[in-house]
């Protein structure tokens, strides 16, 4: 499906700090008729790539290439990330905490 989402999501699963990921949901059927979500989220991690305009608060992340599955109780809530442009990596985001003032 060419149709992807870019959801991202905080994670509780980090007593010191807050823990973002990039989250795909799946809806799983078995057998017995159950329904199950199932999460599979790529984790972020803080970049050391800096903006050439940094501003007060500028958080980057970039995007793991491993994944892994979780259970969707661990989600705290969305979160807004925003993908750099104009760099040759596709795996950077800023963090957007204007709209999300309650984010901290």
């Not at 800096?50 to 969305?78: D, H, N, Q, S």
């Not at 750099?84 to 309650?102: A, S």
């Amino acid at each position: 499906n060419d149709n992807r989402r870019c959801d991202h999501v905080i994670i509780d699963d980090n007593p010191e700090d807050l823990t973002f990921a990039h989250l795909e949901v799946f809806r799983c059927k078995p057998p017995d008729e159950s329904l199950h979500n199932i999460g599979l989220v790529n984790m972020l991690t803080p970049s050391k790539w800096v903006p050439k305009t940094k501003w007060a608060g500028c958080r980057v992340y970039e995007e793991k290439k491993t994944t892994r599955f979780i259970m969707l109780k661990y989600l705290v809530r969305g979160t807004h990330m925003i993908p750099v442009f104009d760099v040759p990596r596709k795996d950077l985001t800023f963090l957007n905490d204007i709209i999300d003032g309650d984010i901290f």
